[in-house]
């Protein structure tokens, strides 16, 4: 640990990473079919409130839930943070919002952004191991639902308006937002808006790594142009613009709401893999006749990359109480989704810049834009046959989804895939005992179709090139795969004593190959890879077991979870080896990017997490002093490593509140990873030390004042995500000081 830290936070390791709220038993976990409050469900959960998140610095989901045991980020630049549930991630995490799936195109690109509105929302769920398939749309990781009142459930009772700005100093950023609530005629009104701007993040000095198969002269030639990009990652900026209106109508029958979530984004890519390409290609030539190409990277560094979201989301949502015999409610919902994301590239044009990308002229940066969309159709119902010995419900649930990707970098054809759900979840109470059961078929159909290119002899190789975006002898192999799988899960707790609860889950959970395994086919710069996919891939297997054991007495609290999934037909991307490269003829090197192909081999991931702590009465107010850890490793049936594994990590943490003041330091002890996958590198250790700093202010009968100062990474530590396949291109931004304030009238 760093020394200059290590004296404030040694107290703390011997106690706990979170502190227990009075009021933390009343929270409800609206992902859960059984809906169970959170002091009667003893699953691994955790639960972020709106509150928490609106007094810190806004980020990316994965960096906002980053310092969760059991929870990383693996990130792509600011903007970009792509939640890990021990050691799992993708499409083996669903994101969710108010129990339904967010479908945007974060599962096929490491660079794009998920498709959440953190602004005004009630709470953060988060659902870890196999409880995730007794909530909605449980996967093998598990599930993040994003929970907010847009459409009201129950009448509001009084008019609510919250104004809030916010300033970094990482990125020159700044944001405004404003939501109301009101209940006018009887209708319940919702309405959230937030208006972000970030620039390019500063990082410490050192963060930028330069080529180090540059020659010497070229090192020098560019040594003052590298000397003013350590301060700072281009195109590392963030712009998003959100907008949720619901209204709905509540009363002893039930409730029936329509909502409109509107998300638009903009943010710079800091790295491509063509950048990759370019250097690769400049190292196979040598002497002065090749100058141009090797030059040919540096055209990018003077070229913007970005994408551009762009999404309409409409949600009909309700529930009828029957309150007959045999069934006591039903929920019902319908989501239309349209999502796009457009990739680009321009020019720079910013002053100061010793870029001259005039020089090249337009001819030279002729990728057009790639548009990738997903059109989907969602809708369900749940029926509650609750009585009074068990609550028990059946949900059923149909998906219908159209994705595509269009453009000069397109890597898949579109594909179709329609989903059916039949689940059945079940809580009671048998003897001493608390059994949750859960139970889920599901079927689904993948189509999807893969092109091959004839082959051309030399003399129509040059007729081909200019005809090639008609490919008029391109052919085509078309598919439409069919899946069942069948899962289950089983959660049972006991109270051992007053001060001890023990908690055991395991479950069998089945997922299909998503359609980017399936029919990948092209080179994918945002990994600098050539993916390709598998149509005779099957479907995973996770047999998984946790057991959780948990203390509290006076003050006095503690918890201990260890954890083994094996997951059969693990789908993982095999890169190519480099001595397998090596042995390509010239024109076979991929255009310099790393060729990698989805297999399946049966996995194993085992792990723990750990967290002890105390809550110290100091004058008026509370002292909790923490610690915490988590651990994850993976390995694949011939004792190789899994790519890409989250390090362990200590959390240390104080925190103080009184009276309207809450203090918080907390310290993330990331260890070095060193159990590495095929071509990965060792990557180092780290501290990030975080202050948080919150105070509110009271006037008049139900108006207040929150002030938020905040501070991340206040050692300016260099860092980098193991997990993210650019951590070498793209490190963690440097110092970040800020200040929020959000007023409510």
Known sequence: ??????????????????????????????????????????????????EDLSTNASQSLG???????????????????????????????????????????????????????????QQIEIVRGPSSLLYANGTIGGIINIVDSTIAREDFTDSELKLGLEAQSVNDG?????????NLGGLNFSFAYKDSQFDNFDVPTGAILHGEDHDDEHE??????HEEEVGFLSNSDFENNALRLGVSKAGDWGYFGVSVNSVESIYGIPFHGDEHGDEHEGDEHEGDEHEGEEHEGEEHEGERIFSTTDSEVVNVEGAYIVSNSWLKK?????????????????????????????????????EGPTVFSNESREYGAIFDLSNDDLLQKISLNFVDEDMSILGE????????????????????????????????????????SISHEEEHDEHEEEDHYEHEEEHPNEEMDYFSKDYNATSFAMSLSKDLNENVDLNVSAGMVERTPSAMELFMNGAHLATGRLEIGNTDLESERSTNFDATLSYEHEGIFGTVTLFKNDVANYIYLQDETAEVHEEHDDEDDHGGLIKANYLQQNAQF?????????????????????????????????????????????????????N??????????????????????????????????????????????????????????????????VKDEVPLPGRNIGIKLQVTL
């Open 1 to 50: 640990m760093n020394p200059r830290i290590y004296a404030p936070v040694l107290v703390s390791a011997l106690l706990s990473v979170n502190a227990i709220a009075n009021e933390i038993e009343e929270v409800i976990v609206t992902s859960s079919l059984i809906d169970q409050t959170l002091s009667d469900i003893e699953n691994p959960l955790h639960v972020v409130s709106g």
């Open 63 to 121: 960096e906002s839930l980053d310092g969760l045991l059991g929870v990383s980020s693996s990130d792509y630049g600011s903007g970009v943070g792509q939640p890990i549930i021990r050691g799992m991630s993708g499409n083996r995490v669903k994101i969710l919002n108010n129990g339904m799936v967010v479908r945007d195109v974060g599962g096929i690109g490491a660079d794009h952004v998920n498709d959440v509105d953190l602004n005004n929302i």
């Open 174 to 182: 700044d944001s405004h937002n404003l939501s109301y609530q009101n």
């Open 220 to 225: 020098d030639e560019h040594e003052d142009e």
């Open 330 to 366: 039903v929920n019902y919902f319908i989501r239309d989704t349209d999502y796009s994301l457009t990739e680009q590239h321009a020019e720079e044009e910013h002053e100061g810049e010793e870029h001259e990308g005039e020089e090249h002229g337009d001819e030279d940066h002729a």
């Open 409 to 448: 970098e397109a890597f898949m054809n579109p594909t179709a895939s329609e989903e059916m759900t039949l689940g059945y979840y079940l809580s009671k109470q048998v003897d001493s005992f608390h059994l949750d059961l859960g139970i889920r078929h599901d079927r689904t159909r993948r189509k999807g």
């Open 606 to 658: 085992i792990g723990y997490e750990l967290e002890m702590g105390t809550v110290l009465e100091l004058g008026n107010g509370d002292l909790t002093l923490s610690f915490g850890r988590d651990s994850v490793a993976g390995e694949f049936r011939d004792d190789s490593n899994i790519s890409r594994m989250t390090p362990d990590r200590n959390i240390y943490g104080i925190s103080y509140a009184q």
């Open 660 to 725: 309207g003041l809450e203090l918080k330091l907390d310290l993330k002890d990331v260890g070095s990873q060193r159990d590495l996958g095929t071509n990965e590198t060792v990557t180092s250790g780290f501290n990030m030390l975080n202050f948080n700093a919150v105070k509110t202010f009271t006037f008049g009968k139900k108006q207040t004042a929150r002030v938020s100062f905040f501070a991340k990474n206040l050692l300016d530590e260099v860092a980098r995500n193991h997990s993210s396949f």
